[in-house]
């Protein structure tokens, strides 16, 4: 069995279903990111695994031993909450001895696990300070150190960045990935941001409206999704209706779609001749280009209009017309030949990418 298993979970409100029959398997030692839009349960999830709610159905499992019934303070895990829910009239070092305290360790103990934390969270010099003289970043960090003090199987932590700004979470995500690498246990980590999600996840499980749509390492997420709710959440996409034509070969089908041309995709849904489909297309996998070159089979290319140009410094995005369709395609400087003019608004282009490089959702 995983380390922490819901089994068959569901958790009503009233006539609502917050969580609708859930299994998941979390590992030991991974982070594992719960993400999805406002009010798709991940709180709800959470504060199962820590205790704080119980599911109506379905049993939650830790290290092999069922814990849906045990009350929060007998479950070896803690939470670090958004709000940081430091006590005021403490110091750093009495805010992360107060669990040890409860706990009874001996003075000794308590100073030794208090002092390891504050090099931990790098807040060393900061320790006699009260919450106030901090900032949020540093707060976030006492909050850090008081949970893992009690040296927790499984640490959860509910949008913990979800009060800093930007430039402080993209350093704070570094800093909780090198803590995580250093205590080694299962980090749970809830967000509703997909770059937070990418870049500290082993895995992730994307949640919709109280179910889980896919679950993967990120590049899988990414790369890969299985629905639209999935390639819409995680990233940017073009969506595109089509039909398929003819199948090429075992792996790849040419697709009908009106208004724009016909296509070649990755047929990996098995779908057969007839079928209606929904495809997506990143925008960094399209190549914008004034020229048509010389193309395999499996390339395709669309004519279009120029409509918007949008430069980012890193790159620059284009809109472009095709037929009914308003395609997005992201350009890096570099992609484009020393001697090609970047297109401007207006020009006629051609959008190119490889049939693999199109994913189909869903059939409907
Ligand atoms: P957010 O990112 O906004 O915190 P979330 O994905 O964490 O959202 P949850 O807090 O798990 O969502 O809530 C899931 C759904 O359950 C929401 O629609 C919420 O309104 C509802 N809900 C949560 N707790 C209760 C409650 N105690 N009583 C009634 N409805 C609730």
């Known amino acids: ?185 299962t980090f749970i980590y809830v967000t509703h941001d997909q770059g937070e999600a990418m870049s500290i996840s082993d895995r992730i499980a994307v949640m919709n409206k109280g179910v889980i749509e896919q679950v993967g390492p990120p590049a899988e997420i990414y790369e890969a999704p299985r629905s639209s709710f999935v390639a819409a959440f995680i990233g940017d996409t073009n969506f595109l209706d089509g039909k398929i034509t003819e199948a090429i070969d075992a792996r790849f089908s040419r697709c009908e779609v009106a208004d724009f041309g016909s296509i070649v995709i990755d047929n990996d849904k098995h779908v057969t001749v007839g079928d209606r489909v929904h495809l997506s297309i990143r925008p960094e996998k399209l190549v914008v280009s004034r020229e048509k070159p010389a193309m395999s089979p499996m390339d395709n290319a669309v004519e279009g209009k120029v409509e918007d140009v949008i430069y980012y410094g890193s790159h620059t995005r284009y809109w472009v017309r095709c037929g009914e369709w308003r395609m997005c395609a992201e350009m890096q400087h570099r992609t484009f030949l020393l001697d090609e003019t970047p297109p401007k608004w207006g020009d006629t282009v051609w959008l190119l990418w490889d049939a693999n490089d199109g994913f189909l959702l869903e059939q409907y």
């Open 1 to 185: 069995m995983a380390y922490l298993r819901f089994e068959k979970v569901t958790r009503r409100y009233g006539s609502f279903t917050a969580i609708n029959d859930i299994t998941l398997d979390i590992e030991k030692g991974e982070t594992f990111s719960l993400l999805g839009p406002s009010g798709c349960g991940k709180t709800t999830l959470l504060r199962m695994a820590a205790g704080f709610d119980q599911p109506d159905l379905g049993r939650v499992y830790l290290d092999g031993k069922d814990i849906t019934a045990l009350p929060p303070d007998q479950r070896p895990v803690n939470t670090v909450f958004q709000s940081y829910a430091l006590f005021p009239h403490l110091t750093v070092r009495e805010n992360i001895a107060f669990g040890p305290k409860i706990a009874k360790w001996t003075p000794g103990e308590i100073a030794k696990g208090v002092d390891q934390m504050l090099e931990l969270v790098d807040l060393k010099a900061h320790g006699d300070k009260k919450p106030s003289q901090l900032s949020g970043g540093m707060k976030q960090r006492v909050a850090i150190a008081r949970a893992l003090v009690n040296k927790p199987k499984v640490l959860l932590l509910d949008e913990p960045l979800a009060a800093l700004d930007l430039k402080l979470r993209q350093r704070l995500i570094v800093e909780l990935d090198a803590i995580h690498d250093e205590v080694g246990i």
